[in-house]
């Protein structure tokens, strides 16, 4: 717990006071241990080398620390939506001399704006300008790339008066009954749920979908928990959908926006991680339009 406050500390200081423009892209893999010079105290004890949506700036000083084996390697997505891998192992990387030459991630031409770029560039501001937000959502990045279908999906949702429409959240689930729990998000991105999970049975047909039912729904960012109760109490499970409901005709504006990013970057999750992560920091910035 000690090293992942420090590194949400680390983080929120350096990216605080960094402009957005700074950012030219973020980590997708690494192999091996590495450590930004610019930004770590790389022979601190509670060092911890960088991972997963690591946002990298024009400045950063990537480094191999010990043991190397010339195997390691590192893979950056670049603003443009481009995947940019340096593999120690590759003639090209010169055996990775440090720090890294980061160049290739800086455009040398205008870059054509483009649904990539702008989803691009809206993460990359909201790791500048709320880096305790995009820290919250880069954790617990566990899952392998595969073809699973998820459970839950994120996305916007249509809210009218006390009812939500989970159409969208469901489309890739088998039909059947399911425990949901909705809970409110703080503006760090945190779940608000009550001490003891309490779910609604909820049947799921598609094409005749119903609507979520609370009467104390609002416009905002929410998670969709999916829970368990075979133990005999039910109990909110790692599986969770982030939504961020809208009333018209916001809603549609919204939910075009981010339908355009998912169409553009689903192919990205069966070899990026980070790829659905990336689309979660995209819905709060939605959630601030």
Same mark, same amino acid.
């Given at each position: 717990?000690?090293?992942?406050?420090?590194? $949400?500390?680390?983080?929120?200081?350096?990216? &605080?006071?960094d402009d957005s423009a700074q950012l030219v892209g973020t980590v997708v893999s690494t192999r091996g241990i590495w450590c930004d010079e610019a930004y770590q105290n790389c022979r601190s004890e509670n060092f911890r080398s960088i991972w997963r949506m690591y946002p990298v700036r024009r400045n950063s000083r990537l480094t191999r620390l010990p043991p190397l084996t010339g195997?390691?390697?590192?893979?950056? *997505?670049?603003?443009?939506?481009?995947?940019?891998?340096?593999?120690?192992?590759? =003639? *090209?990387?010169?055996?990775?001399?440090?720090p890294l030459d980061l160049t290739?991630? $800086? %455009?040398?031409? %205008?870059? $054509?704006? !483009?649904?990539?770029?702008?989803?691009?560039?809206?993460?990359?501001?909201?790791?500048?300008? *709320?880096? /305790?937000?995009?820290?919250?959502?880069?954790?617990?990045?566990?899952?392998?790339?595969? !073809?699973?279908? %998820? /459970?839950?999906?994120?996305?916007?949702?249509?809210? &009218?008066?006390d009812k939500l429409a989970l159409e969208g959240v469901l489309r890739d689930a088998a039909p059947g009954d399911f425990l949901l729990e909705l809970c409110p998000t703080d503006e760090s991105s945190q779940p608000r749920c009550p001490d003891q999970a309490r779910p609604v049975q909820y049947r799921w047909t598609p094409g005749h979908a119903i609507s979520y039912r609370d009467a104390s729904l609002a416009p905002g960012l929410y998670r969709l928990y999916l829970c368990?109760?075979? +133990?005999?109490?039910?109990?909110?499970?790692? +599986?969770? &959908? $982030?939504?961020?409901? &809208?009333?018209?005709?916001?809603?549609?504006?919204?939910? =075009?926006?981010?339908?355009? /990013?998912?169409?553009?970057?689903?192919?990205?999750? +069966?070899?990026?991680?980070?790829?659905?992560?990336?689309? *979660? /920091?995209?819905?709060?910035t939605l959630a601030a339009q």
């Open positions: 717990m000690k090293c992942i406050l420090c590194l $949400v500390v680390f983080l929120g200081t350096a990216l &605080a006071a195997q390691e390697s590192v893979m950056i *997505r670049s603003r443009s939506g481009s995947l940019e891998v340096f593999d120690c192992s590759k =003639a *090209r990387e010169l055996g990775c001399r440090a290739r991630l $800086v %455009p040398t031409e %205008p870059v $054509v704006r !483009t649904v990539v770029t702008a989803f691009m560039d809206a993460v990359m501001q909201l790791a500048s300008e *709320r880096p /305790v937000i995009y820290d919250n959502i880069r954790q617990g990045i566990l899952r392998s790339p595969g !073809t699973n279908r %998820p /459970v839950l999906r994120d996305g916007v949702a249509r809210l &009218a008066g368990d109760a075979s +133990t005999g109490i039910a109990l909110r499970t790692a +599986t969770y &959908a $982030v939504l961020l409901s &809208a009333t018209e005709p916001r809603y549609s504006r919204l939910a =075009a926006q981010f339908d355009e /990013v998912d169409q553009a970057t689903r192919t990205w999750d +069966t070899t990026d991680l980070t790829a659905p992560r990336l689309r *979660r /920091v995209y819905l709060h």
